[in-house]
């Protein structure tokens, strides 16, 4: 329902509240007598006369500006590289360091015996001492590295870029003023040639009656400027909602091949598959820096959308201040 609709609305609602409240007024009146009747009634004046009283009302118009926002829609297009991620199983095949323990020669320790030796000399029975080194290998068990192939199956991301063009739709506001004009009923006098004890009851209750006009009067123009605000924010929130609608799906493909990224790399370190860990983080790294380029416009135009709803809201409470003071 646009503006001009809910105004229309409003105004059928507010006549015929207070078709009601007159009614109310016009039986009350009857209440004293019989004969009461109803003199005039052609939005002009409003007379109802019974015996010797008469009652008069007077159809008083109410003129009022209202600040009506007016939306002119701008497209704003967007063209990205988005990533577009699928998991391929894949055999990943690399050195895989082992170490053994293996005896090696790392030294000569001597070992030295000595015996008494007996000789004969020049027919002589000689009797000495004789010792013989020997020299025995020193064998300690060291490690030794060597590479083995080791073939693993994972799931690896391919990333293919994809342009996709996005176009969504931004209010810009011009607040204008409509001149809303309507009757409420307003009571002048009560003429009358007795006295006024046989009528103070009913003056309270008409004077009730008068009250529920007035107020009635204001709150109709109070919920016409109300409806107005409303009406805004409903344009603004569902540009708020498009962009969003148009970003969401994205953010949330690229956020799930983030995770299995993660998840890939996770199982390549446990593995220890360094050269295709390398890889998979460079992948990983670029997909982070394209989410954020990504997102970086449309956050830029929701702010924008912000700003502007701001502004337009206190546009309209500027018009209505000074619609006051006036």
Not at 44 to 71: R, S
Not at 144 to 172: A, G, H, L, Q, Y
């Amino acid at each position: 329902m646009n503006a001009e609709e809910l105004i229309k609305k409003l105004t059928e609602e507010f006549e015929a509240e207070l078709k009601r409240l007159t009614n109310d007024i016009s039986k009350e009146v009857s209440n004293l007598q019989d004969d009461s009747e109803i003199l005039q009634d052609n939005n002009t004046l409003f007379k109802i006369k019974n015996g010797n009283y008469q009652y008069n009302f007077e159809w008083k118009k109410i003129i009022f500006d209202l600040p009506i926002p007016q939306f002119i829609m701008k497209s704003q297009r967007f063209s990205f590289d988005i990533p577009e991620v699928t998991m391929n199983l894949r055999e990943i095949c690399f050195d895989w360091p082992k170490t053994k323990m293996v005896p090696k020669k790392v030294g000569e320790k001597p070992e030295t015996t000595c015996k008494w030796q007996i000789k004969w000399r020049l027919g002589i029975k000689t009797k000495f001492w004789d010792c013989t080194t020997k020299w025995t290998p020193i064998i300690i068990s060291v490690p030794e590295i060597t590479m083995e192939r080791k073939c693993m199956s994972t799931k690896i991301p391919e990333v293919t870029m994809k342009t996709k063009d996005i176009i969504f739709n931004i209010p810009e506001v011009t607040v204008v003023f409509k001149e809303i004009s309507f009757n409420t009923l307003v009571i002048t006098n009560i003429s009358y040639d007795e006295s006024e004890d046989n009528i103070e009851n009913s003056n309270e209750k008409i004077a009730h009656i008068q009250q529920k006009i007035n107020d009635h009067t204001v709150a109709y123009e109070g919920k016409m400027k109300y409806i107005q605000v409303q009406l805004l924010n409903e344009q603004f929130d569902k540009a708020q909602s498009e962009i969003l609608g148009n970003v969401e799906p994205v953010k949330k493909n690229i956020e799930k091949s983030i995770e299995e990224c993660k998840g890939t790399i996770t199982e390549l370190k446990n593995n220890g598959a360094l050269e295709q860990l390398k890889i998979e983080e460079e992948k990983l790294n670029k997909l982070i820096s394209d989410l954020q380029k990504i997102l970086e416009p449309f956050q830029q135009s929701l702010e924008s959308l912000s700003i502007e709803r701001k502004k337009a809201l206190d546009e309209m409470e500027q018009a209505v201040a000074l619609e006051i003071l006036s």
